[in-house]
């Protein structure tokens, strides 16, 4: 009989009203936060939202699937998964869901890929949840996320000549290795 050894993390969640944001445990990117500060998370939301366009998706819709290879290309890049699965949702709300088919998957990197460029190019990637008005009415989000300007999350890009350039170089790395992967699977 084998046995497994399994690890569980538990992570306290405090819903923010009446909506899909939460204010979690779990420890924020800060070098020192108390552990009576609880960042506020997107996690809930965003999960729903991934839902929902699975609800609407085909069987055989591959934005996941696209999502699994931007991260398998991201290793060793600047990029953070976050930030790619921020363009893959812009896109999900942007392009028809009968378009996400396994059929579409080189289009689907491809348009992910220069949305980031366009992105990096214009120093500029807002938050999906904050702001945007292509938001499915189901999630349900606090009033001053539908209101607000929606933040950059490519700040550092912008403040930063060198951070744009080195930026810049790793959307065209992103791309060569896609191409790479797309002709020799690695």
Not at 2 to 17: H, K, N, P, S
Request: glycine residues 4%; negative net charge.
């Amino acid at each position: 009989m084998i046995q497994r050894t399994f690890l569980i993390d538990v992570m306290f969640g405090v819903q923010q009203g009446n909506t899909d944001i939460f204010l979690s445990s779990q420890e924020s990117e800060a070098a020192y936060t108390p552990s009576t500060a609880w960042p506020q998370t997107c996690a809930v939301a965003e999960a729903k939202f991934f839902k929902h366009v699975a609800a609407r998706a085909g069987e055989d819709s591959f934005h996941l699937g696209c999502l699994k290879a931007c991260a398998y290309i991201l290793v060793g890049y600047n990029f953070s998964p976050y930030e790619l699965k921020t363009v893959l949702m812009h896109l999900l709300t942007a392009i028809p869901v009968e378009c996400w088919s396994q059929s579409y998957f080189v289009q689907r990197m491809e348009d992910i890929l220069h949305y980031l460029r366009c992105c990096v190019e214009e120093k500029r990637l807002d938050h999906f949840l904050i702001g945007n008005k292509a938001v499915p009415a189901e999630i349900i989000l606090p009033w001053e996320f539908r209101v607000s300007v929606p933040p950059n999350l490519f700040q550092r890009v912008a403040r930063d000549p060198d951070r744009h350039e080195q930026a810049l170089y790793e959307t065209e790395m992103l791309r060569d290795r896609f191409k790479t992967l797309l002709t020799s699977g690695k």
